[in-house]
């Protein structure tokens, strides 16, 4: 018995002595810190994340990108606080991933270029988190017309959007999805989202944050569970057009379509907006090609259909596809590129025709008017 016992403590402490030195070796590395949000309820209804965070995003097990992150007092990843109580014109930007940009300095993002093209005539703050769809941007829209008295925004749209706004395909908590009721009316409805003890003893370790974040443990996990062959064979890159994959049947297509009714329709009777206060950037395939498999992809098909519905709507339609495709044959001067640090792809860096405020648009206030301004700006 005694000899069991000393084995089985020799074991543990074999075991635990290298999770120590991992755990302490880590916390003197750039490991990712990940953006913890905050409970989303009754009483805290709209998502953001815990404020006035200071963190650390990285990328890889060799940390391949670092970057500094700030989430301001607002909740939101910004390196400005917001003031509501300025007078000053505000020009509001939505979206997911893309504008939360944590891997992006920011001064390299939309919002941040925006902020330093505008300077002293106005503000310009964003409303973002990873994994948002078009229904939660609603949320967002709303309240920075109502709360922060934002007089115009630019939502940007990209491949997953559309039918992850349904509640029948995609429930994150803490963000608002399209619910179906038994007429097929789309509804408006909240997932509440409470931290749960595993994030928090995440947070709490270097180790754990390194295999969770750095690694992607779990997801990676979950995507061998789901389908065993990619053990062996990595998915094919045609699989996915987008960042979405390239097939989905009717039903879902035409359900998606149904989100970007009800969404448009929303942008006027739940978030208040006109039209003409708002543009949408819509994302696309970036690289032109004839492939057919690319050309009937879902992606395809549904962002023609957005952008189709949006401007009928009198909304304000930018196709990324038709900047990023004069950028390669070279024949767009008012984009600047660089390098990207994790593919080694261009990217753009500033694209005024795209960062400009609805070009329609002007708040009351004539030659001072905010949006006109800014437009000079960006073409001058």
């Known amino acids: 018995m005694r000899k069991a016992v000393l084995i089985l403590v020799s074991m543990t402490i074999g075991v635990l002595i290298p999770l120590i030195v991992f755990e302490i070796a880590l916390r003197f ?17 709209i998502f953001h994340f815990i404020p006035d965070q200071n963190l650390i995003w990285s990328r890889g097990w060799d940390f391949s990108q670092v970057n500094r992150v700030r989430v301001n007092n607002t909740g939101f990843v910004n390196d ?45 703050y964003s409303f973002a ?51 179906e009721t038994s007429d097929g009316t789309l509804t408006l409805r909240r997932v509440d989202y409470e931290p749960s003890w595993g994030r928090e003893l995440v947070k709490r370790s270097a180790l754990l944050r390194y295999l969770v974040l750095n690694l992607q443990t779990l997801d990676r996990l979950k995507s061998l ?50 039209p003409d206060q708002v543009v949408f950037v819509v994302d696309g395939i970036r690289h032109p090609t004839d492939n057919p498999r690319v050309k009937s992809s879902y992606f395809m098909q549904i962002r023609e259909f957005f952008m189709s519905e949006a401007r009928l709507a009198g909304f304000e339609v930018v196709d990324m596809d038709k ?19 994790s593919t080694g792809m ?34 001058n």
């Not at 991933?97 to 300077?119: D, F």
């Not at 990873?130 to 920075?144: E, H, I």
């Not at 390669?328 to 984009?335: E, N």
């Open 323 to 341: 900047l990023f495709f004069a950028l390669l044959r070279g024949k767009l001067s008012l984009l600047t590129s660089a390098p990207s640090t």
């Open 80 to 124: 400005q606080d917001y003031d509501r109580s300025s007078d000053d014109p505000l020009f509001a930007v939505i979206g997911d991933s893309y504008v939360e940009a944590a891997m992006v300095p920011y001064a390299e993002t939309i919002q941040g270029r925006l902020a330093q093209l505008v300077g002293p005539d106005g503000r310009v």
């Open 225 to 274: 569970s789901a389908t065993f062959p990619s053990i062996t064979r990595p998915a094919k890159a045609d699989d996915f057009v987008g960042n979405t994959p390239r097939k989905r049947g009717a039903a879902r297509l035409e359900r998606s379509r149904n989100a970007i009714r009800a969404f448009l329709r929303d942008m006027v009777t739940y978030a208040g907006w006109r």
């Open 29 to 45: 590395m750039p490991v990712n810190e990940g953006i913890a949000a905050a409970r989303v309820n009754e009483s805290d209804p």
């Open 129 to 179: 988190a990873s994994g948002a769809p078009l229904s939660q941007y609603l949320v967002w829209t709303r309240d920075a017309r109502m709360w922060w008295r934002a007089e115009a925004l630019a939502v940007v749209i990209v491949g997953n959007d559309f039918d992850e706004s349904l509640a029948a395909y995609m429930q994150r908590p803490g963000f608002h999805y399209y619910f």
């Open 346 to 379: 261009e990217r753009p860096m500033a694209s005024p025709p795209m960062l400009s405020p609805p070009a329609r648009y002007s708040p009351a206030g004539g030659s001072n008017s905010f949006c006109p301004r800014v437009r000079h700006k960006a073409l």
